[in-house]
Nanobody
Framework: QVQLVESGGGLVQPGGSLRLSCAAS????????MGWYRQPPGKGRDLVAI???????NYGDSVKGRFTISRDNAKNTIYLQMNSLKPEDTAVYYC?????????????WGQGTQVTVSS
């Protein structure tokens, strides 16, 4: 298992930017894939972006071209740069880490950080 600590959420106006961080500790093999998922109020949890230990990335359709995920393997930390934020980006953002062999639902989760986009 991996322990994950998120930071960087907050309130931002539409069109603004935020940067989320997620620091991991524990088994490195459980960090093969790290990423961000989000859960809007009253809805399910969806993929935002994931990144492998080799740097491969995948994004949810709604954030492509606006969000960028990056990873510092030396620090076991991932980042999510969010630009051109929209009200529909409002959600609790969760960090996830897992080995290649398991789905995200069976990985480790952080406690979540609230992102609110509102004027």
């Amino acid at each position: 298992q991996v322990q994950l600590v998120e930071s960087g959420g907050g309130l931002v106006q539409p069109g603004g930017s935020l940067r989320l961080s997620c620091a991991a500790s524990g088994s490195s093999t459980s960090m093969d894939i790290m990423g961000w998922y989000r859960q809007p109020p009253g809805k399910g949890r969806d993929l935002v972006a994931i990144i492998t230990s080799a740097g491969g990335t995948n994004y949810g359709d709604s954030v492509k071209g606006r969000f960028t995920i990056s990873r510092d393997n030396a620090k076991n930390t991932i980042y999510l740069q969010m630009n051109s934020l929209k009200p529909e980006d409002t959600a609790v953002y969760y960090c996830n880490a897992r080995p290649f062999s398991v789905p995200s639902t069976r990985g480790s989760w952080g406690q979540g950080t609230q992102v609110t986009v509102s004027s």
